[in-house]
């Protein structure tokens, strides 16, 4: 079974600094993708960015970008020029390739925007 | 395009009482899931569906969920009896096929007293 780890549960970043979440994955599987998860206090999970496994150039979002690192198993998201809207929980998810499976997510880090 | 809606938002109930959770899809949306969130932790899978067939139902607990998508469309989970440890937001996600994004809804929270 896949299992994915964030190790913080909080972070706190000035606004208009960088940040970076840590995401940590295990798989036996070579096809898959990865994902980085929203989650304001509305509740709606809002797709933030997505990378698959084959692909070995990190994926960027306008001020989110990705530090993919297969080998060890790492996938990093950072936010560049933090905004008070980028105030919420974040949860890093695993899907398997080749199908429509569900998500395995982390249990989350939230991220706290100093003004 | 409208979202994946979710109704109610917000349910309280009695433990031992019955409840069920509606969800509508994208449309087009031929895959749809039922997540569970416990407070505090990431969404786990609870059910999957491919049109109106359950392709992955191993983590539903069948003693007291259920769950239907009659017509391969809306979705209803249920819950018969509710316990105090299902206290949880139930996400409902719909996505248009296989290797597509899940999009989410907002959620019903349940609370059970």
């Given at each position: 079974?896949?299992?994915v780890t964030?190790?913080q549960?909080?972070?706190?970043?000035?606004?208009?600094?960088?940040?970076?979440?840590?995401?940590?994955?295990?798989?036996?599987?070579s096809?898959y993708?990865?994902?980085?998860?929203?989650?304001?206090p509305?509740?709606?999970?809002?797709?933030?960015?997505?990378?698959e496994?084959?692909?070995?150039?990190?994926?960027?979002?306008?001020?989110?970008?990705?530090?993919?690192?297969?080998?060890?198993?790492?996938?990093?998201?950072?936010?560049s020029?933090?905004?008070?809207?980028?105030?919420a929980?974040y949860?890093?998810?695993?899907r398997?390739?080749?199908?429509?499976?569900?998500?395995?997510?982390?249990?989350?880090?939230?991220?706290?925007?100093?003004? | 395009?409208?979202?994946?809606?979710?109704?109610?938002?917000?349910?309280?109930?009695?433990?031992?009482?019955?409840?069920?959770?509606?969800c509508?899809?994208?449309?087009g949306?031929?895959?749809l899931y039922?997540?569970?969130?416990?407070?505090?932790?990431?969404?786990?899978?609870?059910?999957r569906?491919?049109?109106?067939?359950?392709?992955d139902?191993?983590?539903?607990?069948k003693?007291?969920?259920?769950?239907?998508?009659?017509?391969?469309?809306?979705?209803?989970?249920?819950?018969q009896?509710?316990?105090?440890?299902?206290?949880?937001?139930?996400?409902?996600?719909?996505?248009?096929?296989?290797?597509?994004?899940?999009?989410?809804?907002?959620?019903t929270?349940?609370?059970?007293?």
């Amino acid at each position: 079974a896949q299992t994915v780890t964030q190790s913080q549960p909080e972070m706190s970043v000035q606004e208009a600094e960088t940040v970076t979440l840590s995401c940590t994955y295990d798989t036996s599987e070579s096809d898959y993708y990865l994902f980085w998860y929203k989650q304001p206090p509305s509740r709606q999970m809002i797709l933030v960015i997505r990378q698959e496994a084959y692909k070995q150039q990190n994926a960027t979002e306008n001020r989110f970008s990705v530090n993919f690192q297969k080998a060890a198993k790492s996938f990093s998201l950072k936010i560049s020029d933090s905004q008070l809207g980028d105030a919420a929980m974040y949860f890093c998810a695993y899907r398997n390739g080749g199908g429509a499976d569900g998500l395995t997510f982390g249990k989350g880090t939230h991220l706290i925007i100093q003004p | 395009e409208a979202g994946v809606v979710q109704s109610p938002r917000y349910k309280i109930i009695e433990k031992k009482q019955p409840v069920a959770f509606w969800c509508n899809p994208i449309s087009g949306h031929n895959t749809l899931y039922w997540y569970r969130q416990n407070l505090g932790q990431g969404p786990e899978l609870l059910i999957r569906y491919e049109n109106e067939e359950a392709v992955d139902d191993s983590q539903l607990p069948k003693d007291r969920f259920s769950a239907e998508r009659l017509k391969g469309v809306d979705s209803t989970l249920k819950i018969q009896p509710a316990e105090l440890g299902d206290s949880a937001v139930y996400l409902c996600a719909s996505s248009l096929g296989s290797n597509q994004p899940q999009h989410f809804g907002d959620g019903t929270r349940l609370s059970i007293l």
